[in-house]
């Protein structure tokens, strides 16, 4: 237990000092932008999927990337998800609870998103672009299919691991 927690608190220290107001473009707050990517819009200091009223497509000499899209296309996650002992039986059943439960927060906040999900030692590790989606996800698999989460954040609480253990699995992880 030691010894994992100690690896926990080292392994993102090059990337957690990006802060995410460094993502925002400064633009005058009347204006509307339109993210080259994924197509949300910024107006009035909020990210919305919903096309703003009086919204024209502006020609773009330059892409505009939101944070999401930046973090993405820089590989800098807020958030890490690592599934421990998910059979192969459940992988459908837990896909569609995280993929759901990210349409849902995207809805409200288009920020937060997956960017990344891939078989890690032993399970999966799901990279997201916010710690609070991370989060939700964790709190979302306890939800649905039981088992133990531990929430584990960096020492300047800005980005956090989350482990969520299925509770099936027993011993065995
Ligand atoms: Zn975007």
Redesign the pocket.
């Known amino acids: 237990m030691k010894a994992a927690a100690k690896k926990y608190n080292t392994t993102y220290k090059k990337k957690i000092d990006i802060h995410r107001d460094t993502f925002l473009p400064r633009r005058s707050p009347k204006e509307i932008i339109q ?6 819009f910024y107006h009035r200091r909020h990210w919305t999927l919903v096309s703003p009223a009086g919204f024209n497509p502006p020609v773009h000499v330059h892409p505009v ?5 930046k973090k993405i296309k820089e590989r800098c996650p807020s958030g890490e998800v690592d599934l421990l002992g998910v059979g192969a039986g459940d992988r459908g059943e837990v896909l569609r609870i995280l993929r759901n439960e990210e349409r849902r927060a995207r809805e409200k906040n ?1 920020l937060e998103r997956i960017m990344r999900l891939a078989g890690a030692e032993g399970g999966w590790k799901v990279e997201t672009t916010t710690e609070k989606l991370a989060q939700r996800l964790g709190r979302a698999l306890c939800k649905a299919r039981g088992g133990k989460v531990a929430y584990r954040w960096s020492h300047n609480n800005k980005f956090l691991r989350v482990l969520w253990r299925n509770e099936a699995a027993g011993e065995r992880v």
Do not use: F, I, L, T
Not at 65 to 69: D, E, I, S
């Open positions: 993210c080259s990517g994924c197509g949300a990337y939101c944070p999401a899209c288009p």
